[in-house]
Structures are given as C-alpha cells and as structure tokens.
C-alpha cells in the first residue's frame, strides 16, 4: 500500500478548471517536485491534499485513509504536514514558542490536564520544549529560540516554518516554495536542511518550486503541471530536456 495516493483530483472555480485529473503516488523517502509556470494549480493541488480545499472530484488516500470531509486540522493530525508560499507566522511570538505550539497537537493531557494535571503535564511540556529544540537545532535555529519571530531574517523564518511543520510528525511534508525570497546562501543553507530531513527523518517530501535547478538537484522524480494538467513526469533529465516543458518556461531554454 502506498503512503499516498491521489486519484484523478480535479477541481473548478466557476468556469476556470484549475486542476484536471491530477494523480500522484509516493512512499516513504520519495522526494519529488511539482514545478509549473505562475498560476499552473500547484497550491491548489496542496490545498486539496490538506483540506483546504474540497476538489470537484478525485480522492486523496494517505495510508488508504481517505481525507474526504474532514478538516486540516484533523489531515495534519494524521499526517500530512505543509508549509505555505506566503508565510503565516505569529510574529510577535519567540521561535520556540511557535515550534511548540504546533507540538501541542500531540499532547494528551487535555484541558482538565492544562490546569490539574502535575506530572503529567510537566512531563509533556519538557518533552514538548526539548523536541521543539531538537526541530530547531536540525534547521540552524536553536540559538534564536528566545527570538521574536517578526526580528528574525526571512530566511530564517521559511526554516522555522519547516520546524513548525516537522513538529507535527508529518508522514508526508509538502513544502511550498521553500527558496521564495531567499538570497544565495540561504538558498545553500534550506537545501542542506531539507537533505536532512529526507536522510535523517525519511521523510516523504512534495516540493512545489519555481527554481529549477534547486527542484532538480533535489528530487527523484518531478510533474510539470500547465493549466491545471501534467504535461510531463519523469526524472529531472527527462524533465529538462522535455519539448513541452521548455514550451511551458515561455518558450526558451530552461535557465538553471
Ligand atoms: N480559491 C480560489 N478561488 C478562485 N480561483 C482560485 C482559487 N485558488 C486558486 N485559484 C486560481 O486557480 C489557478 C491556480 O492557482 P494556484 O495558486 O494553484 O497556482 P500556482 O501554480 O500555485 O501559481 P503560483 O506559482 O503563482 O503560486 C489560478 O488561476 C488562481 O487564480
């Protein structure tokens, strides 16, 4: 049984297909991309996955479970972790404080706990900062953990986000645009951090990306999408040298 399927997903907005048929299975440890021009339907294809959006039909199975009707809350409770194009942080939290809120979906001793609870909840909220930590010192951050979220630079909020994610012990991180805004050492430094966290985690990863190169030297297997549809799928040299893809990229050689 695969880890994730996606069967025919497909979705309308009035009269703009903006999705069509979209299929995709990954295991565990795939790394993959899914690249496009500017409005091609590859958030939407994340917001379908994470019950943002209800697709017009299709099927989303994570371990075989369906996602249908439930909220993304309860989909990233059982698994599927994201990060977002547009930073959505609380900027006038610390960083640790952030990472740990997203632990918080795991923890068990309930509100009766929050204020009665003693040991336990003692022992939950020391588990919770020392995983928070350890997620911060995986993406170079555990030295701002005491950090206003809004003081650090944005390179380094996209890896808190990455941090926030892994928090919840995703089976699968979907990562949108990751390197958006991000200058050439910080580009060096997220690469590292996510061959990190698909060496070290095995984590299964779905990377949306507008930087070839960056897609390319990272994943396995890569979908082009154009108007909501895969025009090509393949290892990144047969997406690099596909006719329609370099048609895609207005019409010239891809720039690496
Ligand atoms: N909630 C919505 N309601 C109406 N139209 C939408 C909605 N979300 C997306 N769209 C439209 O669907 C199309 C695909 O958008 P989407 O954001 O998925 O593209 P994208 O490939 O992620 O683009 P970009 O790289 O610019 O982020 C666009 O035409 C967009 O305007």
Redesign the pocket.
Known sequence: MPLLEIKDLS?R??G?Q??KNYNLTMNPGDIRGLI????????????MMTGI?TPTEGQVLLNNWSIEGFQPYQIAARGIGRTF?NLCLWRHMTVLEHVKMACYSKITYGLFGAFFGGARRKREETQMTNKAMDLLALVKLDQFADQLVGNLPYGAQRRMEIARALATDPKILLL??PTAGMNPEELDQIMEIIRLVHGEYKMAILL?E?RLKFVMELCERIQA?VF?EVIAEGEPEEIRNHPQVIEAYLGKEIEY
């Open positions: 979705i907005f009035g703009l903006a999705v496009g021009p500017n409005g091609a339907g590859k958030t939407t294809v994340f917001n959006l194009q949108d645009e949306i507008h999408l909501g």
